[in-house]
């Protein structure tokens, strides 16, 4: 797990930078941080599902995903999660409490979605390379010094999420990579690029909440309609 270790730590470390330098940054310059990182999260999620072998099987996946997730209701939970760390660690008004449960959340998810944080953990899980999770963890710790100026100290308690979500793949690698074949990680990256899409217009540029946590159980549903897919010869 050095890896991700290794991204637990520059994500709190940026996020320490960033917050150190958003008390000089104007309001102004926030937004137009805020509006460049939703910019280029938008343009990264359109590049990942463009490598989508078959869109029916990522359309399919999100649908059930969906389901789930909103029966499940993991965007609350989470929301919920970051109310609670709010009040054990940010003594804030209310503005700067959805302040710090925004941060929380984005960044949750922006860190965990994506190709390195799962083919990373399950290469550092395997053969303890972790050269992946170490160029994600530049990315990530540089991001948090944009986001945590921006979004405040939420921003840092994304890295306990990060560290679960990819300790856990990582841990259970081997079975990963049997499940996963170089298929199914294609359609992976499709429904990511579509996460990290909506994640941009959601809490980034702030067009139209979408509840993107909800998407998250069709990353679990892609293996299964991909080997039906493969079962009726349809790819």
Known sequence: MTGTIINFLTIIAGGFLGLFLGNRFSEKIRLTIMNGLGLFTMLYGIRLFTETKN??????????????????????????LGIWLEKKFN???NADSNRFIKGFLTTSLLYCIGPMAILGSIQ???TGDFNTLGIKAIIDGISAIAFASSL??????????????QGIITLLAAQLQFILTDVMLFEVNALGGIMLVGLAISNLLEIRKIRVANFLPGFIIIPFIVLLFNYFGIY
């Open 55 to 80: 869109a029916m099987v990522v359309l399919i996946s999100l649908v059930i995903g969906i389901l789930i997730g909103e029966w499940v209701g993991i965007e609350d939970r989470l929301s919920n």
């Open 91 to 93: 003594k804030a008004k």
């Open 124 to 126: 550092d899980g395997l």
């Open 152 to 165: 405040g100290i939420g921003v840092l308690f994304s890295s306990v999420i990060v560290f679960v979500y």
